[in-house]
């Protein structure tokens, strides 16, 4: 039998599902199997953390595990304290079935030891008291690691996945979606007596070299030469759904913020945030004519760093 949830991620019972939410992304960062390759324990605590998570921000299953009706692995408690079906363990793969690693566990069946010694009656066992036994178990639920791009993420593109079984799915990203984020596909687990188990999708959003994340928001510091700083001007600029151009206003100094609405990741509420450009201003290391301009200027007396008390 699976540990109790709540000890496994760390938190009281009477948590709520922001502290669940919050205790399970930061062990799923710590034990992420791409950061654990050489260390196998890790991979399994993965497991059981991703299980005790699917279990606890299930309303339905943890007010029954909570009132003793299912055990951490979310089967049915048996009477007489026997325990029945699988593991809830599941699998863990990587998206599109190539590979991964299985930490799916059998326990003991106790389907004959009650037809045995109670008969079959109908869809389920009855004990000579006339009281019915739990249904069949479902099969464990298989979990999945999906690499997203960034910028297919921030602009919700579909995903195709292939599961363990070879069949394909396009699955739709919602909106809110971030690296930790779960999907649930009913009916895409292991098979059990009871029917199949579900698959968890837990989506992992790629780095970009250019782009950075921040809240809702997409980060770029954008070069721009001396001269369209400073007579300003249109410049293109690369966002996540596709270049655009940007007026960059005249005198622009490097580290001044320009925002290009809409242009972020996609917020529950609907509405998308924003792209804040900063610019940074790229001067040539070896410039002749640039040189001689800077030596025949006269700035002036004006300090830029006096704000800073120097």
Do not use: C
């Not at 029954?64 to 325990?83: C, L, S, V, W, Y």
């Not at 921040?214 to 007579?231: F, I, K, M, R, S």
Request: aromatic share 8%; net charge neutral.
């Amino acid at each position: 039998m699976a540990a109790d949830p709540y000890s496994v991620l760390g938190v009281a019972r009477g948590a709520s599902e922001a502290d669940i939410k919050k205790a399970y992304r930061k062990l799923a960062k710590e034990l992420h199997p791409d950061r654990n390759q050489d260390n196998p324990k890790a991979a399994e605590r993965f497991s059981q953390v991703t299980a005790a998570y699917d279990l606890l921000t299930d309303k339905d299953k943890r007010a029954q595990f909570d009132r003793g009706e299912i055990d951490a692995d979310g089967n049915p408690t048996a009477p007489f304290g026997f325990g029945a079906g699988r593991g809830a363990g599941g699998t863990y793969r990587t998206a599109g079935g190539a590979s991964g690693f299985d930490f799916g566990t059998e326990a003991s069946d106790f389907g004959d030891i009650f037809e045995g010694l109670f008969g079959r009656s109908g869809g389920g066992f009855t004990s000579g008291f006339g009281r019915r036994s739990a249904p069949p178990p479902r099969g464990a639920d298989a979990a999945y690691r999906l690499r997203v791009s960034f910028e297919d993420a921030a602009t919700l593109k579909p995903q195709r996945i292939t599961l363990a079984d070879g069949k394909t799915i396009d699955l739709k990203l919602r909106a809110g979606t971030e690296t930790g984020t779960q999907m649930r596909l009913a009916g895409k687990g292991e098979p059990g007596p009871g029917g199949p188990g579900d698959a968890i999708v837990t989506i992992d959003i790629q780095p970009h070299r250019f782009f950075k994340r921040d809240g809702d928001n997409v980060l770029l510091d954008l070069p721009v030469t001396l001269t369209e700083a400073v007579q300003g001007g249109k410049v293109k600029v690369p966002t996540v759904d596709g270049p655009v151009m940007l007026n960059v206003p005249a005198g622009s100094s490097s580290g001044r913020v320009l925002r290009l609405k809409g242009k972020g990741f996609h917020r529950k509420a609907g509405e998308r945030g924003d792209q804040l450009v900063t610019l940074m201003i790229d001067v040539p290391a070896d410039d002749a004519a640039l040189r001689s301009f800077v030596e025949s200027w006269t700035p002036g007396e004006r300090n830029p760093r006096a704000g800073l008390g120097v």
